[in-house]
Nanobody, 127 residues
Framework: QVELVESGGGLVQAGGSLRLSCAAS????????MGWFRQAPGKEREFVAG????????VVSDSVRGRFTISRDNTLNAVYLQMNSLKPEDTAVYYC????????????????????WGQGTQVTVSS
């Protein structure tokens, strides 16, 4: 049984930092590309960052470029999202997701393409 468990969310002031973690189990982690998505109240789930199976390729959305960094550790079956210079508009539930893909070049942004999802962790940025 595949399980993705996010942690590290919380309440932070604008300009602060958080590091989200996602622990994966029940799958061959190194066969999966990983993504971070977020969903604010009343909005659609949106792509935040993605990393390919090896960690060699990664991409972040325009809205977080220069502030957020995605990384992974295949020895620990974990993916991380370092979030710096947080803004109130970053407030959302953040989800990690896994996609069975060994592509070196393509990072998939569409939520519907992902195979497995975590339950999410709340991030609230106060102004």
């Amino acid at each position: 049984q595949v399980e993705l468990v996010e942690s590290g969310g919380g309440l932070v002031q604008a300009g602060g930092s958080l590091r989200l973690s996602c622990a994966a189990s029940g799958l061959t982690f190194s066969d999966f590309a990983m993504g971070w998505f977020r969903q604010a109240p009343g909005k659609e789930r949106e792509f935040v960052a993605g990393i390919n199976y090896s960690g060699a390729s990664r991409v972040v959305s325009d809205s977080v470029r220069g502030r957020f960094t995605i990384s992974r550790d295949n020895t620990l079956n974990a993916v991380y999202l370092q979030m710096n210079s947080l803004k109130p508009e970053d407030t959302a539930v953040y989800y990690c997701a896994a996609l069975n893909s060994q592509s070196d070049l393509v990072i998939i942004r569409a939520p519907g393409a992902y195979d497995y999802w975590g339950q999410g962790t709340q991030v609230t940025v106060s102004s």
